[in-house]
């Protein structure tokens, strides 16, 4: 007699959990635009007509096993869609995105632990991990309105901004904010009446901003923050007495690092957007007492490369966000009197020429990401004053006409997205 040896997982509760050859596979073809699945079976998954979502087991033990596969070789089409159903992925949270869509596939995962959670044992496309949720929702908070000020504005899901709501944490303006963890933000470093500070506020998945954080890295003004890596941040540039080039990387649970030497010119007065999902991207500003168009690059890494030539018209204290999913935008700022000009940021880190702006000429305003892919700018001042007027951008990059502001009305401000929730 002869045969084959196979190795079994134990599972927690004692029961040996089934190898592939082992699997009970469904008889029926799956055709439905959902499935709940079990542990120990196969599954024949059509999606020639849909896409199909899949619902793995709420409580899977150690070793449990299931078996999808391309019945009609479609996903790449219409993609089998993964709800890990309170469960991580790859150690990515159930919040992520989790596609197959390639022709012909199949996917063996099995589950290893509450950290991991479910893992692929072969899937025929190794690079399928999670992808994360976009954010939503965005915040506007500090700045100045003759006086340094606290408060803090909630942008929606829509669009729309929030009332006032009373600040917490120092007073100060002409700081810096970013996007962290996903889906929470972090305001950091800026002017207050003792001076330039480097403590920073983490803001909650909810918006709620919390108390000071004794601040690490050369006290500054003037800087700009952006994410990176997916779910970190890093501040970059300012002023600290003087022009400076130093960077803190923050990561995905909010602590900041020390200072990083700087690469590239050291400036302040700048913005940053992320973009192609994990990079980001530094420009604009001023140098040595005279505005400039230069960029510098972040990798996914957090580290900043050497000076680019620009693109687009000098200026300062402009504002800058993501848009689009991967894509960011640089708009408004000074070039020795107050512009609405926009430069499009690509996916690949290539800054357009300039395109006449729309909605009112301003500066040292904030800006914002919401509703997943589209942006918002907000507040600033002009020679008119502080203003609370705001711009949406849609998911192409068109700037919208005025929309009359909620809130105080100030300048220097900053914002940032926050909130896979909408």
């Known amino acids: ?174 700081l810096a904010a970013s996007n962290y963890g996903g889906d929470k933000a972090i305001f950091g470093f800026g002017s207050s009446g003792d001076g330039f500070t480097a403590i920073t506020n983490l803001v909650t998945n909810q918006g709620v901003i919390g108390t000071d954080v004794t601040g690490v890295g050369t006290t500054r003004a003037n800087l700009a923050a952006a994410s990176y890596g997916g779910d970190k941040a890093i501040f970059g540039f300012g002023n600290g007495g003087s022009e400076t080039a130093v960077s803190n990387l923050v990561s995905s649970s909010g602590v900041v690092a020390s200072d990083t030497s700087g690469v590239g010119s050291a400036r302040e007065r700048l913005a940053a957007a992320s973009y192609g999902g994990d990079k980001a991207a530094f420009a604009f500003g001023r140098k040595a007492g005279v505005d400039t168009n230069i960029k510098s690059l972040v990798s996914n890494v957090g580290v900043i490369s050497a000076d680019v030539s620009g693109v687009g018209t000098a200026r300062k204290f402009l504002a800058a966000s993501s848009y689009g999913e991967d894509k960011g935008i640089f708009a408004y700022g000074n070039t020795g009197s107050d512009v609405s000009l926009k430069n ?66 100030r300048e220097t401000i900053a914002a940032a997205n926050y909130s896979y929730s909408a």
């Open 344 to 409: 499009l940021l690509s996916n690949t880190g290539v800054i357009a020429s300039d395109v006449s702006g729309v909605g009112t000429a301003r500066e040292k305003l904030g800006a914002s990401s919401y509703g997943g892919d589209k942006a918002a700018f907000a507040y600033g001042s002009n020679t008119g004053g502080n203003l609370s007027v705001k711009n949406l951008v849609s998911n192409s990059g068109v700037v919208a006409a005025n929309v009359t502001g909620v809130g105080t009305a």
């Open 1 to 174: 007699m002869s045969g084959i040896i196979v190795n079994n997982v134990a599972r927690a509760s004692g029961t040996i959990a089934a190898t592939p050859g082992g699997l009970d596979w469904s008889t029926a073809v799956v055709t439905g635009s959902t499935v709940t699945v079990e542990a120990g079976r196969g599954y024949f998954i059509n999606t020639t007509s849909n896409a199909c979502t899949v619902t793995l087991p709420a409580s899977p033990e150690v070793g449990d096993q299931i078996v999808l596969a391309d019945y009609a070789r479609t996903w790449a089409t219409n993609a089998v869609t993964l709800d890990s159903n309170g469960n991580n992925f790859q150690g990515n949270p159930d919040t992520y995105t989790v596609d197959y869509d390639t022709v012909g596939q199949s996917l063996n995962i099995v589950y290893a632990d509450s950290t991991k959670g479910w893992l692929p044992v072969s899937d025929d496309a190794v690079a399928d991990v999670g992808v994360a949720p976009l954010t939503q929702r965005g915040i506007f908070a500090y700045g100045t309105t003759g006086s340094r000020v606290s408060m803090s504005n909630l942008l929606g899901s829509n669009g729309v901004i929030g009332t006032d709501v009373t600040g917490v944490g120092t007073a100060r303006n002409i």
